[in-house]
């Protein structure tokens, strides 16, 4: 069987994940996670240094105290 190697473009690499389509994914992930936690959760995205991010976080005290006592967050996760 004969080995085949696999050399990455870096630039490219780096530029797709940093591109808007790779923010709408992860958007439309962080998405789905806070439609589970229920109302009260907030979705954020931005490009960091290396790649775009997407977080959610309990907007409101309400769902801040749920996600402390249920582990909402996590739970929505999976």
Do not use: F, P
């Amino acid at each position: 069987m004969a080995k085949v190697r696999i050399e990455l473009n870096s630039e490219g690499v780096r530029e797709l994940l940093k591109s808007s389509e790779i923010m709408g994914i992860c958007k439309q992930h962080a998405e789905q996670i806070a439609g589970r936690c229920g109302g009260g959760y907030e979705v954020t995205t931005y490009t960091g240094q290396n790649r775009v991010n997407a977080s959610v976080h309990a907007a409101t005290d309400e769902a801040y105290r749920d996600n402390l006592k249920n582990n909402t967050l996590l739970k929505a996760v999976y």
